[in-house]
């Protein structure tokens, strides 16, 4: 049962313009929810996080929009870089459960077209 | 010490073997959490430990354990190896179980199995 779903295996996107990558969610107690990025030959790094009690948190270029009534979220970056070519995991989990485990998305593979 | 650090960085084995693959926490991080990374899909959470105590575990057999040490380093055991257990493992490390934005991810140790 996939928990946190990235439907779009890959995205390609020209530098300088907004890359959008979507994740969605079935688990309704999931109150935490993160962006990693990774590049080959390394461990996940932490980007963005967003807290259900919110809609939207921003960061720099980076943006993540949470619906929790569509149990949908997204990540926006503008402008998108080189970079930036890299997988991007959405994770989910439950803050305060005791043990903090995340649940990740299958992924979507970014590439910036110079 | 800085960061999050595997070893090995890749291992061959045959099914039906055991392996023991290894962690090094982020200094001062009192929590390690191992993840499975199967080929195209994101990490799945296989347990966590805290202060040397399994604190949860994800949908693994027992055949996957774990132990930690006083010194925070910790190891993931597999026996009876499968073919399917070929995948990159992950250890994260944390402070105190949480936040969910402050685990740290090492490199991985990339697992085939034949």
């Known amino acids: 049962d996939q928990q946190v779903k990235q439907n779009s295996p890959s995205l390609s996107v020209q530098e300088g313009r907004i890359s959008i990558l979507n994740c969605d969610y079935t688990n309704s107690m999931f109150d935490y929810f993160l962006w990693y990025k990774k590049y080959p030959a390394e461990g996940p790094t932490f980007l963005i996080s967003i807290s259900s009690i919110k809609d939207k948190n921003e960061d720099g270029r980076f943006t993540v929009f949470l619906n929790k009534s569509a149990k949908h979220l997204s990540l926006h970056i503008v402008p998108s870089q080189p970079g930036d070519s890299a997988v991007y995991f959405c994770a989910a989990g439950r803050s305060g459960a005791g043990n903090e485990k995340l649940t990740f998305g299958t992924g979507t593979r970014l590439t910036i077209i110079p | 010490e800085t960061g999050v650090t595997q070893s090995p960085t890749h291992l061959i084995k045959t099914r039906g073997q055991q392996v023991t693959l290894r962690c090094s926490s982020q200094?001062?991080?009192?929590?390690v959490s191992w993840y499975q990374q199967a080929l195209g899909q994101g990490p799945q959470f296989i347990f966590q430990y805290y202060r040397e105590e399994e604190n949860g575990r994800g949908n693994f057999p027992p055949r996957f354990s774990g132990l930690q040490f006083p010194n925070y380093s910790s190891e993931l055991n597999v026996n009876a190896l499968e073919l399917d257990d070929s995948a990159l493992y992950l250890c994260a490390s944390s402070l105190d179980g949480g936040p969910l934005w402050g685990y740290t991810f090492g490199s991985g140790t990339r697992l085939t199995v034949v």
């Open positions: 200094s001062g991080h009192n929590t």
